[in-house]
């Protein structure tokens, strides 16, 4: 069964259901991306809560669903905008970028590509340098084109190695110049819009499997959490080959992120099995009367 890593959801908006159907679909590890909650924080203390929950229970509860999880921090470009909070997150970020499953500051860069964005965009690259992290860049859903370049561009201007920078959430507009410059090209599968798997497929097709990454960015939203897998079998079904389908879906994110030396392959390879009778500070997944998973040694397949 083929193995697969989804470099950018947002679990903590998704079901247990969710995890489940992950595990089974073969997704073994996730990145997932601090970002907005669907409406603005008002207050620090927020983001704190919200770091410490990435960097904590969720990373505790996808592992009682047998799936590593890893976490991006960073303030998102639509939160930037309000500048006095925005400036308090910054003295606080610097606590979490150490922590254990942190593999990226991200996700940063442009929403509506205004003065503020741009401020906390360029901080935070310094930040990336400071800490030797690899940076993962949100690029705009509106002027995307010129918000992209522009990303790349200021990246550069603050002396960044494209190889240590994943811009995300590119489409057949971007690909082009977010390769040619060296970056790695994630891509998110939105279902029913925009970029769908189809439309994944003909990217491989036409630029070949090289620093190109497959997400599915499930949120809160309309999405699919295992839009990761979807796309890897309709590739297999449109003729890409194996190797490729492999690269895009897993080997590239783990070459990429595991720059951070916080991400190795061991970690699912060797992950402890499933045991929903522990704990994390006296919560479990478990509700009353449930039987929890317990999974003996002969029910992993060795690789
Ligand atoms: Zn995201």
């Known amino acids: 069964m083929p193995m697969y890593i989804d470099p950018h959801i947002h679990l903590v908006s998704r079901t247990t259901d969710d995890y489940e159907a992950m595990h089974k679909a073969g997704i073994v590890a996730t990145i997932e991306p601090a970002f907005w909650l669907g409406q603005p924080r008002t207050e620090v203390g927020s983001f704190k809560d919200y770091f ?44 979490y970028v150490g922590k254990e499953g942190v593999v990226a500051i991200g996700e940063i860069g442009y929403d509506d590509q205004t003065e503020a964005e741009d401020r906390f965009y360029r901080v935070q690259l310094e930040l990336a340098k400071e800490v030797d992290l690899p940076v993962l860049i949100h690029t705009p859903h509106r002027d995307k084109k ?45 279902p029913h819009t925009k970029m769908g798997s189809e439309r994944m497929v003909e990217i491989v097709k036409q630029y070949g499997p090289e620093r190109i990454i497959v997400n599915s960015a499930a949120d809160w939203g309309i999405s699919d959490p295992l ?67 317990v999974e003996g040694p002969s029910d992993r397949v060795e690789n």
């Not at 592992?63 to 006095?84: D, R, W």
């Not at 079998?233 to 190797?243: A, C, F, H, T, Y």
Request: charged share 25%; net charge negative.
């Open 52 to 95: 410490s929950t990435l960097v904590g229970w969720e990373r505790f509860r996808a592992s009682q669903f047998g799936i590593v999880h890893y976490c991006t921090m960073g303030l998102n470009s639509k939160e930037a905008n309000n500048i006095p909070l925005a400036e308090q997150v910054m003295e606080l970020l610097p606590l």
């Open 146 to 190: 010129r918000g992209t370049t522009r990303s790349m561009d200021v990246a550069e201007e603050h002396g960044m190695d494209p190889g240590w920078i994943i811009v995300d959430h590119n489409n057949e507009e971007t690909v082009k110049e977010v390769l040619d410059r060296g970056y790695w090209a994630g891509f998110t599968i939105y």
């Open 227 to 293: 839009a990761v897998p979807k796309t890897a079998d309709l590739m297999r079904k449109m003729g890409i080959p194996e190797e490729h389908v492999q690269m895009v879906t897993y080997k590239n994110a783990l070459a990429a992120f595991s720059i951070s030396g916080q991400m190795h392959e061991d970690d699912w390879l060797k992950a402890p099995p499933i045991d929903q009778t522990k704990k994390m500070s006296g919560n479990s997944v478990l509700r009353g009367g449930q039987v929890p998973r």
